[in-house]
T-cell receptor, first 114, second 114 residues
Framework: GAGVSQSPRYKVAKRGQDVALRCDPI?????LFWYQQALGQGPEFLTYFQNEAQLDKSGLPSDRFFAERPEGSVSTLKIQRTQQEDSAVYLC????????????FGSGTRLTVV | AQKVTQAQTEISVVEKEDVTLDCVYETRDTTYYLFWYKQPPSGELVFLIRRNSFDEQNEISGRYSWNFQKSTSSFNFTITASQVVDSAVYFC???????????FGSGTQLTVLP
């Protein structure tokens, strides 16, 4: 596609529910990143894929967070047993190569845990 | 560790005024890249500029200009003759050394009043 597409755009989950957030990167983009953006803050890194390989997951805040990109294109960020502190915008970004000059971001998924 | 500081949380200006957004970064790496992104209310991060640590030339693009000073670890962004459409949150970000991900500042909310 022309840009990075994320779905759903908004998600409301009851505390304890599992959620899955989807990212469709730009076709052919090798690198894919997930970021978490709390209200009024800058995005914070969660995890990074190069093709299907998850090369860095140092930013995942707990073992309730899991990300995959099985075929090197679409990625899913899963959060198990959601908690209120998980409420945030989850942004996905992709780039053509590892050292590409820019990253294209999606519009994000706003997750609200009630 | 990498750090980006945007001390200005909110700035309001009247249309046609010039405005400068400050960014101070910290890194021990000698090779790094600095970025500015714009985040309009729709949520996506729009890439504005990338500058590498070996290029201290200032850059101008239309009404936008950037002042990179390694001596003060700053990468400030100036909008000349601001317009209402410039209203957004602006983020400065850093990618340093071998890291693929960006470290973001907390952002500056710019409001341009008509």
């Amino acid at each position: 596609g022309a840009g990075v597409s994320q779905s759903p755009r908004y998600k409301v989950a009851k505390r304890g529910q599992d959620v899955a957030l989807r990212c469709d990167p730009i076709s052919g983009h090798v690198s894919l990143f997930w970021y978490q953006q709390a209200l009024g803050q800058g995005p914070e890194f969660l995890t990074y894929f190069q093709n299907e390989a998850q090369l860095d997951k140092s930013g995942l805040p707990s073992d309730r967070f899991f990300a995959e990109r099985p075929e090197g294109s679409v990625s899913t960020l899963k959060i198990q047993r959601t908690q209120q502190e998980d409420s945030a915008v989850y942004l996905c970004a992709s780039s053509l190569g590892s050292w590409d000059k820019g990253y294209t971001f999606g519009s994000g998924t706003r997750l609200t845990v009630v | 560790a990498q750090k980006v500081t945007q001390a200005q949380t909110e700035i309001s200006v009247v249309e046609k005024e010039d405005v400068t957004l400050d960014c101070v970064y910290e890194t021990r790496d000698t090779t790094y890249y600095l970025f500015w992104y714009k985040q309009p209310p729709s949520g996506e991060l729009v890439f504005l500029i990338r500058r590498n640590s070996f290029d201290e030339q200032n850059e101008i693009s239309g009404r936008y200009s950037w002042n990179f000073q390694k001596s003060t670890s700053s990468f400030n962004f100036t909008i000349t003759a601001s317009q209402v459409v410039d209203s957004a949150v602006y983020f400065c970000a850093l990618r340093a050394g071998s890291a693929r991900q960006l470290t973001f500042g907390s952002g500056t909310q710019l409001t341009v009043l008509p």
